[in-house]
C-alpha cells in the first residue's frame, strides 16, 4: 500500500498516468555532511549484512540433521568456516576428527547439529565427530538404507579410530551387514575414507540385548553372558585369552559396545565368574543358614532352585516350595515360619536403627525408599528431604552401592524428594 496510489490521486500529479503506470518523484536534494553520510553508510551496510545473515538462517533452519559439503574458507584458532554457496558453516576444534588436517581451500563434508539466528558470529554448526555424520555417509553410501530396507539401529563412535554401527533389515532375504560392507567392502570403505580411516564394525541388531551385545564385542568370543534387566547391566564371561581382545585398547571395544547397547557391561574371565559365583554362594548360603536356623544341605538346595533372598522363601506359595526335591509340606510350613519371623525381628532392628539416627518423619514414607536403604542413608548424614534433594543421581548410586538402583530409579527417588520444593514454589507464586 505504501508504494501504490489511486488512478485518481496519481491523475491528479501526471494526468497522462494509466493503471499499471510508474510513477517517480525527485527528492529535494539533501545536503549530507560528512559524519551523517558516513552514518547512513554503516547502517545500510548493517542493514544488508542482518537481512543476510537472517537470510541464511531462515534457508538452513530446516536443514539440521544433513549432511553439507563445502570449500574451506578460514581457519581461525583451529576453528574452521567453510563456504557453503551463500552461508558459512563453523567446524568447531572439538567436532573435528582428532589429528585431521584440514587447510584453507580443501572440501569437507559435515553434518549440520545446529542453525541459530545469532546477531553475531556463526549461525550454522556442523560437526564430522558425531554418530550422526557417520549414519548419513552410510545412508548415502548404501541405498538399501536410504530406501528404508535397512534400519540403522544405534551408532557409537570413538572418532577417528573406530566405530560400531548396528543394523537390521525389514527384509529377510537382504543381509543388513553384507549390504553395508558392499562389494569387496566399496561401500564402507568409502565412509572409512570419508572419516580419516576410523575402521567400523558394523554389527547385526537384535532384539535380545544378550545376542546383540555378544554380536557388538566382536571380535571376541563370548563363553556366557549373565542379564540383571533391573540395573540394565549385563555380566559377559569370555575365555582368559580372549579378555584383553573384549576390553579393547584402552578399554574402547568394551567401552563402544556399551554406548552401542545402552547397557553397563562388565567383562569377566571364566576363572574370575567361578570365584565370584563361589562367593555369592557362600554368602547366600550363609544367610540362609543363619535367618532360617539350617544345615547347609538346605541352604544349597534352595539356592540351586533360584532362592536368592530371605521375603522369597517367606512369601513363595506353599506348594511351590514343598515341590522342592527332598522337600515335603511340613519342612515348607517350618521353614516359611522362620522366615517370616527372622522379617519381623529384621523390621524391628531396622525401625529402631532409623529411630536412633533421628530421620526426619516426612523422609521415611518417601516412596522408592526401604527400611534398609533408609538406615543406609542415615548412616551416611542424609536424614532429610532437603539432604536428599540436594544429592545427583550418581552421587545417591554411589551412597547406596548395595541397593542396586538404577540412574533412571535413583533419578525418581530425588525427584520425589524435591517435589515439595516445587509445590512450596507454587503456593508462593499463588499468594
Known amino acids: 500500500p505504501a508504494t ?57 533452519k530446516d536443514r539440521v540433521g544433513e549432511v553439507v559439503s563445502g570449500i574451506v574458507k578460514r581457519v581461525e584458532f583451529g576453528n574452521i568456516f567453510i563456504e557453503l554457496g551463500k552461508a558459512e558453516a563453523l567446524l568447531r576444534r572439538d567436532e573435528m576428527i582428532p589429528r585431521e588436517n584440514i587447510r584453507i581451500g580443501d572440501r569437507v563434508r559435515a553434518y549440520i547439529y545446529d542453525v541459530r539466528e545469532e546477531p553475531r558470529g556463526a549461525q550454522i554448526f556442523v560437526s564430522r565427530t558425531r554418530p550422526e555424520f557417520m549414519a548419513k555417509l552410510f545412508m548415502q553410501e548404501v541405498p538399501e538404507i536410504y530406501d528404508g530396507i535397512i534400519e540403522i539401529k544405534a551408532v ?31 561401500r564402507v570403505q568409502a565412509v572409512v575414507s570419508e572419516l580419516q580411516g576410523e575402521k567400523i564394525d558394523i554389527i547385526p541388531w537384535s532384539i535380545n540385548p544378550a545376542t546383540f551385545i555378544v554380536n557388538a564385542l566382536a571380535p571376541a568370543e563370548v563363553a556366557k553372558v549373565v542379564v540383571d534387566e533391573s540395573s540394565q547391566r549385563i555380566d559377559v564371561v569370555v575365555p582368559d585369552e580372549q579378555l584383553s581382545l573384549a576390553i579393547g585398547r584402552r578399554g574402547q571395544n568394551v567401552r563402544l559396545a556399551s554406548i552401542l547397547s545402552g547397557w553397563k557391561i562388565d567383562i569377566l574371565t571364566e576363572a574370575q565368574e567361578s570365584e565370584r559365583r563361589t562367593e555369592e554362594i557362600n554368602l547366600r548360603s550363609k544367610t540362609f543358614v543363619e535367618a532360617l536356623d539350617v544345615d547347609e544341605m538346605i541352604a544349597h538346595l534352595l539356592i540351586a532352585e533360584g532362592f536368592t533372598k530371605i521375603e522369597e522363601v517367606a512369601y513363595i ?45 516426612d523422609l521415611i514414607p518417601l516412596e522408592g525408599l526401604d527400611l534398609e536403604t533408609l538406615v543406609a542413608l542415615g548412616e551416611k548424614n542424609i536424614k532429610t528431604l532437603d539432604d536428599l534433594a540436594d544429592l545427583a543421581a550418581d552421587e545417591l548410586l554411589e551412597l547406596l552401592p548395595g541397593a542396586h538402583l538404577t540412574e533412571e530409579k535413583a533419578q525418581e527417588i530425588i525427584m520425589a524428594a524435591r517435589s515439595h520444593w516445587f509445590e512450596a514454589e507454587k503456593e508462593s507464586t499463588e499468594s
Open 4 to 60: 501504490q496510489l489511486t488512478l485518481a490521486e496519481a491523475q491528479a500529479i501526471d494526468p497522462n498516468l494509466k493503471v499499471g503506470d510508474l510513477l517517480t518523484e525527485t527528492l529535494p536534494p539533501i545536503d549530507f555532511g560528512r559524519v551523517a553520510a558516513q552514518t547512513a553508510k554503516q547502517v545500510i551496510f548493517q542493514k544488508v549484512r542482518d537481512a543476510e545473515r537472517h537470510r541464511q538462517y531462515e534457508e538452513y
Open 156 to 186: 557409537a563412535r570413538d572418532p577417528g579410530s573406530r566405530a560400531k554401527i548396528a543394523v537390521t533389515s525389514s527384509d529377510p532375504s537382504i543381509d543388513p551387514v553384507g549390504s553395508c560392507v558392499g562389494m569387496r567392502g566399496s
Open 317 to 361: 506359595d506353599l506348594k511351590e516350595l514343598s515341590a522342592i526335591e527332598g522337600f515335603d509340606t511340613d519342612l515348607a510350613t517350618e521353614l516359611q515360619k522362620r522366615a517370616k519371623t527372622y522379617l519381623e525381628a529384621q523390621e524391628r532392628h531396622l525401625t529402631k536403627r532409623i529411630k536412633e539416627l533421628k530421620l526426619a518423619e
